[in-house]
């Protein structure tokens, strides 16, 4: 099972990011876990200025902007 976490303020693009990949992990038949972080200072230990942020097991994959479902998939499936 992949842990991710999406980091941000709960915005919009933040809930969209969270939706897209419990999307795509249902799709590709994976099980994973989806923590929102929206502590300010969690998520700027995490060195992202710019949300929505992605960790993945513990990794940043992503930060600024919506991640596109190809890049999903791939953390997904990886």
């Not at 992990?25 to 300010?40: F, H, L, P, R, Y």
């Not at 990794?59 to 997904?76: D, F, I, K």
């Amino acid at each position: 099972m992949k842990t991710f976490k999406i980091l941000g303020s709960g915005c919009k693009n933040c809930a969209n990011t969270a939706d897209l990949v419990t999307r795509i992990a249902s799709e590709s038949g994976v099980e994973v876990t989806i923590e929102k972080v929206t502590d300010m200072g969690e998520i700027m230990g995490y060195g992202v200025m710019s949300t929505p942020g992605v960790i993945v097991d513990d990794n940043l994959v992503h930060a600024g902007g919506m991640p596109s479902a190809a890049q999903v998939t791939e953390w997904v499936n990886a």
